[in-house]
């Protein structure tokens, strides 16, 4: 088979640095979860109730069962690629060149968008507690810069940035917590959040699109194989941690919160205040040093979540350059950092020019930058989820293993039906996650179909113009003797 990578690609990425809990650090500080609930956990609250809190635990549940399909492939396919070479090997070449144009997508338009959510809540932070009053498009290139250089510099140093990031915005969110239980709430402590009636509403059934959302980044992990240490256990225990960590922290804190006002009164302060939802009951149980830290923590929190999404772009970038679906330029790695640094000021410059385009047409960071570009970028994901899903038992029908019915068929089966309803629930409640029109939100939704027609475009011109390539599409995605090739 024709080696598509280039000189510098034979340096490689820096093996063995991760361990789980880099990648665990990783992968979860790319979720946000301080942004997460200060941001959107009012709304769920508003559209679920206060069952709100068990339909994190339900996308947790629903995510676990993906992952048992997700992680029991990730032992036979080892491409750095991620999504696209699991989608490749199931359902064909062609179908994985599309997911690796979708997974290119997505991953951008969840970080650049990102961008504008930083520019504003760092010009509010930063006037608020010194008076230093910058334009949001500033602080958003700031951001942009110095995701650049954590991103150049070795991937180790960067999980360790994230993880004292990490460890800073969960600690302040479980300290509140705690507190308000300690305290015993407004109304004493309850569990009305988990009653079956609470969560069997129709609310919860239209807030799911936002706590699916609100995991966004967790599949990631396998993305960071070269970079693993024993990728064949250090990959599924990250993913299975990233998840169960997430799922719980989210229902914890959000029910935690519906304790701080009482059952009866969340809904109506959450409706009266959604931004100081949790500022307000930082300030009752915690005191103003705590607001203030919030205040700090969010713009932390988000510059992690920025990070960890730069790092997944630049090594889905480098994989797909490594194959020779893109310049192989792309797929260079820096001698001394172990960095995809070409893919990284690729991905910087682009950043940069999409913020200083809405910065200069003075759009609004959050309604526009933030919730206009972001919002496709969940669609794709979740789209590739269940292209990931239905791919775990294709594959698994043409390879000799001893993994099990429920690992190689049911799970993926039921995942994948969980996903489309995710899908198509998320689709049809868009204005949950935009509170734009109609007009908008159709436009979101065309600009995922058309990259997946771009996708196919791709796909055909490959195999027409450039056979070699398009046959090594994920080809070298199989460890020797380990599983079949790639259709």
Known sequence: MTDFRTDTEQVGLKRGA????????????????????????????????????????????????????????????????????????????????VAALVALFSYNALEIGVFGLFGISAHNTFLDLWGIDLPWGVWALVAVAVVWYLGFRSIDFGAKVLGVLLTAETGLLLLLAFAILFQGGADGIGLDSFAPSSFATTGNGTVLPIAFAAFMGFESTVIYRAEARDPKRTIPRATYLAVAFLAVVYAFIVWSVVQAYGADNVLAAAATDPVGLFFGAADEYLGGWAVDLMHVLIVTSILASLLAFHNAITRYTRAIAAEGMLPRVLGAVHPRTGSPYVAGILQSLLAAVVVLAFALADADPFTQLLIWVNTPGVLGILLLQVAVALSVPVYFRRITNDEGRWRTLVAPVVSAVAMVVALYLTMTHLDLLTAASDTVNRTLIASVLVVCAAGVGWAWWLRTNRPAVYRAVAADAVEEGGGAGVR
Not at 46 to 73: D, E, K, N, Q, R
């Open 18 to 97: 991760l361990g789980t809990g880099d990648i665990l650090f990783i992968v979860v500080s790319a979720a946000a979860p301080l942004m997460v609930m200060v941001g959107v956990a009012p709304i769920a609250l508003l559209v679920g109730g206060v069952g709100a809190p068990t339909t994190y635990l339900f996308a947790g549940i629903t995510l676990t069962i993906f992952a048992v399909g997700f992680t029991t492939m990730s032992r036979y396919v080892v491409n750095a690629g991620g999504f696209y070479a699991y989608v490749a090997h199931g359902l064909g070449r062609g179908a994985g060149v």
